[in-house]
């Protein structure tokens, strides 16, 4: 980011009044630009005892397989647009539940919150769209569990087939850490308790 | 938004190819711009059956009271910004609990998510920061209802001192929809069920 969005002027990077932190800023028409964390929307789609995931036809992690899921638009809330990327990914018609919303992922060091519902597929006409492809159900031990595209991913499906034996399905949110060595560690930050 | 922030030359307003909405584009470097929701992430300071609420010394809403909270930074996980942001704006230290994540809040009208976190108080050594006036502690009963800066702050107050009398605290996310008579609705999305 080198020029001002409202007048093409450069941008410096300086700490403005009132503020605590460097941020681009223009000397010409004063504008000031904060770059914040996106959301990243998605589902967990189920069919009686399967999920449904997607082959991915992109980069990142071309071929390997995930939940639906993409950046959160403008003028959306978080349950649709996880249910329009499920559409989108997987051709999906979903049917959402009373406490859909399952786990979220803080990912500070690429700046990134994940936030995943638990939906119930509509029916079986599923299809792939632009970015996947191949969709399928899998139970637990078809998954292809090594070649899950992204530890969040894989985080929420070990989650659910563990909270599936309990039939208690939390919300719980994590932060994802990607250590020095490129090893990445995710670290449980809340979970909603069970009540006796 | 009329440059690019890269080269300078004027955005046009198009659906790039493979994509199936507008967005700024340039033509001269390729660059896409995106605009995605900002996260606002806050904290439900508690202090026995007190709640601690800063009086606004910045607008929007100068003057009403509100939860400490603000945008998340790059490179900090949700709960982290909640806890700086409540520092900073209520010199406040605070003890974070296993069950923290509380209420989470969709406006897409206005691209917006709020989360807030259920935070003790550590000690009574608050005070007033750069954005607030004045802050306090409230029981139910104490606090300024017709004088509460957000409606999503009002929201989780409310909830909270329902949820209190049951000792259960599950997390819930609403669609906050801004209405064409300019009145503001709260729908429930999820809420974690009780489990007996």
Request: hydrophobic residues 40%; negative net charge; charged residues 25%.
């Given at each position: 980011?080198?020029y001002?969005?409202?007048?093409?002027?450069?941008l410096?990077?300086?700490?403005p009044?009132?503020?605590?932190?460097?941020?681009l800023c223009c000397?010409?028409?004063?504008a000031?630009f904060?770059l914040?964390?996106?959301n990243?929307?998605?589902?967990?789609?189920?069919?009686e005892?399967k999920?449904?995931?997607?082959k991915?036809?992109?980069?990142p992690r071309?071929?390997?397989?995930?939940?639906?899921a993409?950046?959160?638009?403008n003028?959306?809330?978080s349950l649709?647009g996880?249910i329009?990327?499920?559409?989108?990914e997987a051709g999906?018609?979903?049917t959402?539940?009373?406490?859909?919303?399952y786990?979220?992922?803080n990912?500070?060091?690429?700046n990134?919150?994940y936030?995943f519902?638990?939906v119930?597929?509509t029916?079986?006409?599923f299809?792939?769209?632009?970015e996947s492809?191949?969709?399928?159900?899998?139970?637990e031990?078809?998954?292809?569990?090594s070649?899950?595209?992204?530890?969040?991913?894989k985080?929420?499906?070990?989650?659910y087939?563990?909270?599936?034996?309990?039939?208690h399905?939390?919300v719980?949110?994590?932060?994802v850490?990607h250590?020095?060595?490129?090893?990445i560690?995710?670290h449980?930050?809340?979970?909603?308790e069970?009540?006796?």
């Amino acid at each position: 980011m080198k020029y001002c969005l409202h007048c093409a002027s450069p941008l410096v990077l300086r700490i403005p009044e009132g503020d605590d932190r460097e941020r681009l800023c223009c000397d010409n028409c004063n504008a000031i630009f904060y770059l914040n964390p996106k959301n990243i929307v998605g589902t967990l789609p189920v069919y009686e005892n399967k999920v449904l995931l997607c082959k991915r036809a992109i980069e990142p992690r071309l071929g390997k397989w995930t939940l639906p899921a993409g950046f959160m638009e403008n003028g959306e809330s978080s349950l649709t647009g996880a249910i329009r990327e499920t559409k989108e990914e997987a051709g999906a018609s979903v049917t959402v539940m009373d406490d859909c919303l399952y786990t979220l992922f803080n990912l500070p060091s690429i700046n990134q919150v994940y936030m995943f519902f638990r939906v119930e597929l509509t029916n079986l006409d599923f299809t792939p769209g632009y970015e996947s492809k191949e969709v399928a159900l899998f139970n637990e031990q078809e998954i292809p569990w090594s070649e899950i595209a992204f530890p969040v991913v894989k985080s929420t499906l070990e989650h659910y087939f563990k909270d599936l034996q309990n039939q208690h399905f939390p919300v719980r949110m994590f932060d994802v850490l990607h250590e020095k060595d490129r090893s990445i560690t995710i670290h449980l930050v809340s979970i909603q308790e069970k009540v006796d």
